[in-house]
Structure formats: C-alpha cells, structure tokens
C-alpha cells in the first residue's frame, strides 16, 4: 500500500480539518484497516502565537509558522477529521493561554479538557502534553507506543501531533483515577463492593497481559495511572516509563561516574528518589534488567490498596529509621543513607499491619476467608526479590480467578491471620 503524506497550511480560526480538503481525500478504509491512516511525516503548517516553549504559554510573543506532525485515527464514533479538528484546536488553546476548567498535573505534563468545533464531542477527550522542553521527545516516543496498542483495558490514543519543543497526546476522557477513588475510599466518600474491587484488578491483569505478550513493561502500574471510563470500564496509562523487556534499567547505570550515582546491593543507582517512587516495584531502582515481574509488583500493590480500602502508596524503604507506610515525619526515608547495610523492608516483614477494610465484611466469615487468599496472592505479588513473585501476569490472573471461583466449602479450613 502507498502511504501518501501531504502538506497543508491552516490558520488560527481555519481548523476545518482535512474532511473538507479537497486534496487529501480519506484513505480507502478497506485496503488500510490496521494501518494508522494518515501515515507519520504528515505535516502541517501552522500559525501560533507561541509554541516555542510551553512554559510560555499565554505570552504575547510573535506569531510564526510552526511545522506540525501529526498522526490520527478513527476513534470509537469519531471520524479521523473531527479529531484532526480536536487536537488542533486544542493545541491552539494551550498554545494561546487559553483557561481551561481543569487541569491535572503529573510528573512531566500537563492533561487539560480538549477543545473542538463541537464542544459536546470535544468533551469526551482530554490532550496531554509536556511541561518542560526536554520532555518533548520522552513523549513523542510515548505517544507512538500509545497510538500502536488496541486492548480494551489501555487507554487508546487516537492521535497525536509533534512541534519543534512540545508533543500533543489526545486520549478519550476518564471519569477519575483509581488514585482519587482510594482516597475517596478511605474518606468513606465512595462505597465499593469487592465484586467491584475485584473487577478492576481483573481488568488490570488483562491490560498487563496484553502489554507483556508484546514484551513491554510498564514500569509504572500506580493507581494514579488507572483510569476508569463510564461504566466501570478500565484503562491502564501513562506510558512515560514503558521499556522493552530486557532492556538495562536506566536508574542503574553500573557506572560509578554517572550524576548522582552511589552503590547499593554491588549496583551504581541513581539515588534521587522521588516521593511517589517509593510506590514502585524497589527493583526499579537498583535491577539491572526490565522485567514483566516490576508490573507484577504494582498489581499487588493495587490488590492490597483495593483490599485495605485506602491508598496506602508507600511501599518500602532501606532507611532504618523507615516504618514504612506508618513514616514518621522524622524519617529520611527519601535519603538513602551512604553506608546503610538495612535491607529493604518489604510487605511482606509488614504482613501484620495490614489490615482488610472493614466494610467487606465481619471476619470468620466465608466472604473474609477469601480475602485472606487475595491478601496472601497481594503479598506474594509484592515480594521485594522478583523471583518471589508469580511467574507471569497469566498466572496472576488464573490464581485471582480460582480464588474468586472457590467454593465456600473449601474455604473452611483456612486460617484467619494470627489464629493458631
Ligand atoms: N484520559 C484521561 N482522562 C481524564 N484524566 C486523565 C486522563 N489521562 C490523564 N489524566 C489525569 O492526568 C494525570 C496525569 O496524567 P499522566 O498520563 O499520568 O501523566 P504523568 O506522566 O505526568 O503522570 C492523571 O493522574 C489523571 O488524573
Ligand atoms: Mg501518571
């Protein structure tokens, strides 16, 4: 099939999208089905006040012609052209300085509501894009990864543009994050049954199933990165940290000269920890090697927060003043000491204070003796050595299946914690 790519020159006020260009006629859908449909290396010319430096936005600096990249699909109801028109007239907003009613900022960007010709659809889509100028390219090679994948439970990406300095990434909306709906939770704003728990740390698994048969690994399963559409729909996001399986881990460079880099376990790491890391499988930090069984760590971590009902996002620290999720103020924990021999603290040497949410249900009850078993497949999942942990996400997922399934007879046995 010839890809064609086209050059076409729009103006503020003059998004009308390619629909109505008599020069770029929609690709046969038949002959492209699997194909992006506008092939990268489309470029348009546009005019922006700014584009230049996203930190700038909103300043009155010169207008000048910007070449754009851009990539988008049919999404969903949505034609290629009514995104098309989406993700320019939202970059022109944030380009402009424009308000929006919201705006969530993560590590390195910045999600706003998307703007369109017809605000109804534009709605139902959000645009991320980098807040600082060194994070273009990050998520350029984020966005193209995002645009590749078609699984029900990760966030679709049905477009995506690229300036000089600044990356564009248009997603469907989500309602809210897992994040906020633990900590809603905990202050017993939102009610949840485990069924429901349940269903989101099966939807995850699936999510993660997908990604691992095509030998990625997200490196980065938080809550704050699982999203929940209409309907109790799940999406897994934000694949700034994606890497191949197999590929050296960056944070352990092995290079005593590399910038901030200090031995631990016999490895050179890269000690700036931030506060939302100590969440994150702990072989990230000083593993050599991207395994699936990082993701693995971050499913537990999800099964145990749905468990405990709450979001509970430490997870450990080899400070030895570190209690873990119960730090006091006084704690380093995000310093790490030059000459600490303290091993890691795991979940799995916290197994006691980790209690299930009372709202499930009394104990001693079938219901809480299958909680039990989802708490031990949580602990297993979050074994600080990743040989510890199961196998793969496949086998996760049977385990948590085969406990959902298990019948209430053969529950009477177990063992409710700290009974003899
Ligand atoms: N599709 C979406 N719909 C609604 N909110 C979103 C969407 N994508 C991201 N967000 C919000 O923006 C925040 C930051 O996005 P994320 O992709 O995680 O960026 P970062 O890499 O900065 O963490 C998320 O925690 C979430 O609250
Ligand atoms: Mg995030």
């Not at 990356?167 to 309602?175: C, G, I, K, N, V």
């Not at 809210?176 to 939770?185: F, K, P, V």
């Amino acid at each position: 099939m010839v890809l064609r790519s086209h050059t076409k020159r729009i103006y503020p006020g003059e998004f009308s999208g390619y629909g109505q260009d008599k020069d770029i006629k929609p690709p046969d859908t038949k002959k492209s089905r699997c194909t992006p449909l506008y092939p990268e290396g489309n470029q348009l010319s546009l005019t922006y006040s700014m584009l230049s430096n996203p930190l700038n936005r909103g300043r009155n600096t010169p207008k000048r012609k910007t070449k754009v990249l851009l990539q988008c699909r049919p999404y969903h109801i949505y034609s290629k052209t009514q995104l098309v028109n989406i993700l320019t007239r939202s970059i022109k907003a944030i380009s402009d300085g424009e308000k929006f009613e919201s705006e969530w900022r993560g590590a390195f960007g910045s999600v706003v509501p998307a703007k369109g010709p017809v605000k109804k659809s534009a709605n139902k889509f959000v645009v991320k894009t980098n807040l600082k100028l060194t994070g273009a390219s990050n998520l350029l090679e984020e966005a193209r990864q995002q645009f590749g994948f078609h699984h029900d439970n990760i966030l679709p990406c049905p477009g995506y543009a690229f300036l000089k300095d600044q990356t564009f990434l248009l997603f469907p909306r989500a309602r809210e994050s897992l994040g906020t709906i633990l900590i809603n939770m905990q202050i017993e704003r939102t009610a949840m049954v485990w069924n429901q728990r349940l269903d989101i740390c099966q939807q995850v698994a699936n999510g993660l199933i997908y990604l691992h048969s095509l030998q990625l690994v997200h490196r980065d399963l938080t809550a704050g990165n699982i999203l929940l559409a209409d309907n109790n729909h799940i999406w897994i996001s934000d694949f700034g940290r994606l890497k191949a399986e197999g590929q050296p881990n960056p944070n352990a460079s092995g290079s005593q000269s590399a910038q901030h880099s200090q031995p631990f376990q016999g490895v050179y790491v890269n000690r700036e920890l931030k506060d939302g890391d100590l969440q994150l499988a702990p072989e990230l930090f000083y593993g050599t090697i991207t395994t699936p069984k990082s993701d693995i760590y971050g499913w537990g971590k999800v099964l145990l927060n749905l468990l405990q009902g709450k979001y509970n996002w430490r997870g450990w620290s080899n400070h030895p003043n570190c209690a873990f999720h119960m730090c006091p103020d006084s704690c380093k924990h995000l310093r790490w000491p030059d000459k600490s021999k303290e091993k890691p603290r795991t979940f799995t040497s916290l197994e006691s204070i980790i209690a299930i949410d009372k709202r499930l249900g009394p104990s001693g009850t079938p219901q809480s003796k299958k909680l039990e078993l989802f708490r031990r497949l949580a602990i297993e999942c979050l074994a600080i050595d990743p040989a510890q942990r199961p196998e793969s996400m496949e086998e996760v997922l049977e385990r948590a299946n085969s406990i959902a399934g298990t019948s209430i007879s053969s529950l009477s046995s177990l063992k409710q914690p700290g009974q003899q």
